[in-house]
């Protein structure tokens, strides 16, 4: 038999979860109580966790992306998830760059080593100075970065992936 569009081979888990139909209304408000079902990636010290999500929804050229992710910020105590984006991460650096250029060259630095490869809690330990000078807390920006280069990665492997992000938080102090 012929694969069809949509078909791929891949590994996965399935949850059981049971929906008995109803009518619109009814079977409509029920489907939205689905809850999201996240991997936590990260724990950081104020207890919010990075999470992802995945396969993201994210299409190529018509097709399912099959190696999507979708990174958040997940507050369990607030039941919040927040869709992290560049420009936020970006505008708060710029802000931190506006308050201490030499604290923020650091934490640049510290960008640059996670998009080489390093784990965020080893260079937050090697780095005390990196401090928060308001705003994001580095560990929360160093980790969503990991997440965030390791998403772009997996949707543009053959093109610059992390590096394009990089590139414009270099432009921030540079």
């Not at 109803?22 to 919010?48: C, H, N, Q, W």
Request: glycine share 6%.
């Amino acid at each position: 038999m012929a694969k069809k569009k949509q078909e791929f081979e891949y590994p996965f888990k399935l949850v059981l979860y049971h929906l008995e139909n109803a009518e619109r209304e009814a079977i409509t408000k029920r489907a939205f109580e689905i809850p999201y079902l996240l991997y936590e990636m990260e724990k950081l010290s104020d207890g919010t966790k990075i999470v992802v999500s995945k396969p993201a929804g994210k299409k190529e050229f018509g097709r399912f992306a099959k190696n999507d992710l979708m990174v958040f910020v997940c507050n369990e105590q607030e039941k919040t998830l927040w869709l992290i984006s560049h420009g936020e991460l970006r505008n708060d650096i710029r802000h931190k760059f506006e308050s201490d250029r030499e604290i923020t060259n650091l934490l640049i630095e510290a960008l640059l080593q996670v998009c080489n490869g390093e784990e965020p809690s080893v260079i937050l330990e090697r780095n005390p100075r990196i401090r928060n000078l308001g705003g994001l807390s580095p560990e929360l920006i160093l980790n969503a970065y990991k997440w965030i280069w390791i998403q772009e990665d997996c949707n543009y492997p053959n093109g610059e992936g992390r590096w394009k992000s990089m590139k414009e938080i270099k432009k921030v102090c540079c």
